[in-house]
């Protein structure tokens, strides 16, 4: 069986892996990228399989992640409400409740850490795509070797 990372890929099959990868740009839209190129490439090209499906994989966590990052914000946001009855009985700003002030925070932090984190996972996906375009081995943490895993059960189960 041969090693995905000692492919050698046309620049054709360089070009379909990028366009899978860098489909990151448009979150939840862009996962239909990797699918349709997963699919009518799926028996043509190893190399191209290979970065479509890490990308497919690599977007739905993206997608999951960002449902609990929202359910977490609103939690966060509900949360909120709870700490109004604290803050508002305080007389001076040093008296009462203390965390009732940094309650009024935490939705901002919530909200903050999504945003970096949707940023991180885009930059992530467009530095995939650079890298597979230049035709150099390049795997999601986490993803690359399961996806690898996958293709060569698939493989074998198919023989």
């Known amino acids: 069986m041969m090693d995905i990372d000692s492919l050698t890929?046309?620049?054709?099959?360089r070009v379909m892996a990028a366009l899978s990868h860098v489909s990151a740009l448009l979150p939840f839209m862009g996962v239909i990228s990797p699918i349709v190129i997963w699919v009518t490439q799926k028996e043509k090209s190893r190399y191209?399989?290979?970065?479509?499906?890490?990308?497919?994989?690599?977007?739905?966590m993206m997608i999951v992640a960002w449902f609990i990052g929202m359910g977490r914000y609103m939690c966060s946001f509900f949360s909120l409400f709870l700490a109004i009855p604290f803050a508002s009985s305080s007389q001076t700003p040093s008296s009462g409740y203390p965390f009732a002030d940094i309650a009024f925070l935490i939705p901002f932090a919530a909200f903050g850490v999504i945003f970096i984190g949707g940023l991180v996972f885009i930059v992530y996906g467009v530095v995939g795509a650079i890298i597979s375009f230049q035709g150099k081995p390049f795997r999601y943490l986490l993803i690359g070797d399961r996806v690898e895993r996958f293709m060569l059960q698939n493989q074998s189960a198919g023989k």
Do not use: I, K, R, S
């Not at 890929?9 to 099959?13: A, G, H, K, R």
């Not at 399989?49 to 890490?54: I, V, W």
């Open 9 to 13: 890929p046309t620049q054709d099959e």
């Open 48 to 60: 191209v399989t290979f970065h479509a499906l890490q990308a497919l994989v690599y977007q739905l």
